[in-house]
């Protein structure tokens, strides 16, 4: 069996923008670098917002941790994040989801990003 035709890619492609039913912004990082004090700040204003795009965010309900951090115990939920192939997006971006919450990038699953769409692992930051 041969690999995939590019109309068949382009279909696959087309139907996973087709389930994103969110859009967002990717946020790149224009003020304080993150080892410096307000670089990891939940505020927008610090970052440079990017065209808004198609996305969708789900949590993963079998991942949760705390840890303890300036002595208060933090929970930290992490999510899944999709956006379509071709978006450029790292772990030293954010990604607003239009109208509300903003979440950190973990980490970009490369296995996903050559194929059909992209997808993160993302962290609720505010």
């Avoid at 954010?94 to 993302?122: K, L, N, S, T, Y």
Wanted: glycine share 8%; charged share 15%.
């Amino acid at each position: 069996m041969g690999l995939l035709s590019t109309r068949a890619l382009t279909r696959m492609r087309a139907a996973a923008v087709n389930a994103m039913s969110q859009q967002g912004y990717v946020l790149t990082r224009s003020g304080a670098p993150l080892n410096q004090a307000g670089g990891r700040s939940a505020s927008a204003s610090n970052w440079t917002q990017g065209p808004l795009t198609p996305c969708r965010l789900w949590r993963q309900r079998d991942f949760a941790s705390e840890g303890d951090e300036a002595a208060i115990t933090q929970s930290t939920a992490r999510y899944k994040l999709s956006l379509p192939f071709g978006t450029a997006i790292d772990p030293t971006d954010r990604f607003q989801i239009e109208g509300g919450q903003v979440f950190e990038v973990a980490g970009v699953m490369e296995a996903h990003a050559d194929a059909i769409q992209v997808i993160c692992d993302v962290i609720l930051v505010s």
